[in-house]
């Protein structure tokens, strides 16, 4: 599992540089608005995302002096695909009681070829939402309420 990690995490850092046309239209200038304007700025539609994103856009504009924007805007996605990959381990660990299989839900969550492509490569933030789906089901899986996650 512990290489694995790495395998994920030098994948990440290895595409990070990578740029899309929609990051050149679209998250560059989102998060140069979000930088320039702060909270303020939610009183304008500066994103096509949920206002979610953009909350969280505009938090990671918070940390512009320790890293480059790119890094930054796809800094969100990662954070995401890791605590996916953990609500992975932790479905698969309570379905079948077993570690190794566990291990495996994490590994196949975290170095997806379509996982890394979507973040690491591209940008985009699926990741997300695939956090909350997980995290409704497995609060289901352990008796809890999963529908505010869910929404």
């Known amino acids: 599992m ?30 140069e608005f979000a930088h320039e304007h702060g909270w303020s700025g939610l009183g304008v539609a500066f994103t096509n995302y949920t206002p979610f994103y953009t909350y969280l856009l505009i938090l990671v504009t918070k940390l512009d002096h320790l890293a480059p924007t790119l890094l930054l805007i796809k800094l969100i996605t990662f954070l995401f695909e890791f605590a996916t990959s953990i609500l992975m381990y932790a479905i698969v660990s309570r379905a079948t009681n077993n570690r190794a ?19 690491a490569m591209w940008g985009q933030s699926d990741s997300i939402w695939t956090f909350f789906l997980l995290l409704s089901a497995y609060l289901f899986v352990v008796g809890r309420n999963g529908i505010l996650s869910f929404a």
Not at 8 to 20: D, E, H, N, Q
Not at 101 to 109: E, P, Q, T
């Open 2 to 31: 512990a290489v694995a990690f790495l395998v994920g995490v030098g994948a990440r850092i290895a595409l990070w540089p990578y740029s899309t046309p929609d990051t050149t239209q679209y998250l560059k200038p989102w998060y």
């Open 101 to 119: 299989r566990a291990s495996l839900g994490f590994i196949a969550a975290w170095i997806a070829p379509s996982v890394i492509y979507n973040g």
